[in-house]
């Protein structure tokens, strides 16, 4: 079993930057990657960006790339999303989570990100 816990979302206006965190524990030696996803209120959960645990490999949605940067500290098992230029439709829970190659079977509780105009 593995937790999963973000931390670090706020509001920030448009054009600004914030981090997130999410601290794993547990069983982390079965990670195999992690992810953010972001859901926006009356909209559906979409994928961010990921990162392989083991070799740092990332990938990004579209909507982000070049504008959010994702990493990790293994030795924490920590896992950050950067996001800089901020705009509004960033506006978002942000969500953690943790699992396989196929499958993300940990998640967070999310972390609430605002973006003013």
């Known amino acids: 079993q593995v937790q999963v816990e973000e931390s670090g979302g706020g509001l920030v206006q448009a054009g600004g930057s914030l981090r997130v965190s999410c601290a794993a524990s547990?069983?982390?030696?079965?990670?195999?990657?992690m992810g953010w996803f972001r859901q926006a209120q009356g909209k559906e959960r979409l994928f961010v960006a990921s990162i392989n645990w083991s070799s740092g490999s990332a990938r990004y949605a579209d909507s982000v790339r070049g504008r959010f940067t994702i990493s990790r500290d293994n030795a924490k098992n920590t896992m950050y999303l950067q996001m800089n230029s901020l705009k509004p439709e960033d506006t978002a829970v942000y969500y953690c989570?943790?699992?396989?190659?196929?499958?993300?079977?940990?998640w967070g509780q999310g972390t609430q990100v605002t973006v003013s105009s």
């Open positions: 989570a943790a699992g396989g190659p196929q499958t993300y079977d940990y």
């Open positions: 547990g069983r982390t030696f079965n990670m195999y990657r």
